[in-house]
């Protein structure tokens, strides 16, 4: 049985909020266990790893306790560092631009500008 849910989380790893699990258990024990880790570690390495999350998971349905997935909200996505770094770095530039006056310029008038600011 164990061996079935870990197949299955194995399968969902790749697209795991559009995938139709089982049982929440499941979801839960790969989710613990880790997407990148079902997707690119081998079994020996991965499997004693689900497998203590999913006897968790199973613990707490046999006890009652409801295991809640929490579903992500369209456009809700978290940024990632890179994308924030480059949001700064472009509101820099921008602030940047606007004060020594290139607003607006382009080509041959924002060259000229520039070159008058070196000298």
Known sequence: ???TAYN???????????????????YAAARATGWFELRSRTEKEVFPLFKRNY?????????GEEIVIHKALPGTRQKTLAEKSEEINAKALAEKVEQQGLTGLKGKDALSRMRSMIV
Do not use: L
């Open 1 to 3: 049985m164990v061996h």
């Open 55 to 63: 006897e968790i998971a199973c613990r707490k349905v046999m006890a």
């Open 8 to 26: 299955e989380a194995c399968q969902n790893a790749s697209s795991s909020t559009n995938a139709v699990w089982s049982h929440n258990a499941v």
